[in-house]
């Protein structure tokens, strides 16, 4: 932990999430701040229209990791300050695909706990927090005293799959051959939920500037807003 605490030490932190919204985000919004850019599973993409250098990511599942492998590798490579956060159970899938990976890159990996199962609002199922909950909380333990979010636009509970993978910013990037399962209507609601409960009295400042988002427990700003942020 102690290399993330350094490396964003009195800078602010900027997520680059998949929500429809951060295609609008204006590119000048972002010039000449020195801020530390993450994002988590796709990252990539979001990287390349954001025209930013990513220099933290965090893909937390199994299922992820293993779809993600050869980009993390690629994304570890390119600086050895850059760092990639991931829980133990995820590290486990790409053990499985050799130990070459944890011995190349160790000195960048931060791994965290998993949380766990909790119960899913008005139903009788159970979920996870979702990646971004993970992000946040590990950020927050950093010491990291503020946040600036884009693409987290979230969605109404009642959309169909389809019109869940439609609010992402790519479809295609997302979901190329019409198969892969989409849980942000849950998402959305279990981070409205239960990340107060994750944040407490943190006074790390955390700010959504996705108009139109169905995150309701982040302040929003306006792009003018994220403009004159320093």
Request: hydrophobic share 40%; charged share 20%; with cysteine.
């Amino acid at each position: 932990m102690i290399r993330l605490t350094n490396k964003v030490n009195n800078r602010t932190v900027c997520i680059l999430l998949h929500g429809a919204s951060i295609k609008d985000v204006p590119k000048k919004a972002l010039d000449g701040k020195d801020w530390c850019y993450m994002s988590i599973n796709d990252f990539m993409p979001v990287e390349n229209l954001m025209g930013v250098e990513l220099e933290v990511i965090l893909v937390a599942s199994e299922m992820e990791i293993d779809r993600k492998y050869f980009d993390i590798a690629l994304f570890l490579s390119r600086k050895p300050n850059n760092l990639f956060i991931t829980t133990a159970s995820a590290l486990g899938e790409l053990r499985e695909k050799g130990e070459g990976f944890v011995k190349v890159y160790r000195n960048q990996l931060i791994v965290v706990n998993r949380p766990p199962l909790l119960s899913v609002p008005n139903s009788s199922n159970v979920a996870r927090p979702n990646s971004v909950t993970i992000l946040l909380s590990t950020l927050m333990k950093a010491g990291v005293k503020k946040i600036v979010i884009l693409g987290m636009d979230g969605c109404k509970r009642e959309l169909t799959i389809q019109q869940q993978k439609n609010t992402y910013v790519n479809l295609s990037m997302f979901d190329p051959d019409g198969k892969r399962k989409t849980a942000i209507a849950l998402d959305t609601i279990m981070f409205n939920e239960y990340f107060p409960g994750f944040r407490g009295d943190n006074p790390c400042e955390i700010f959504n500037c996705s108009p139109g988002s169905h995150i309701t427990v982040i302040p929003q700003i306006t792009y003018k807003g994220l403009a004159e942020m320093s």
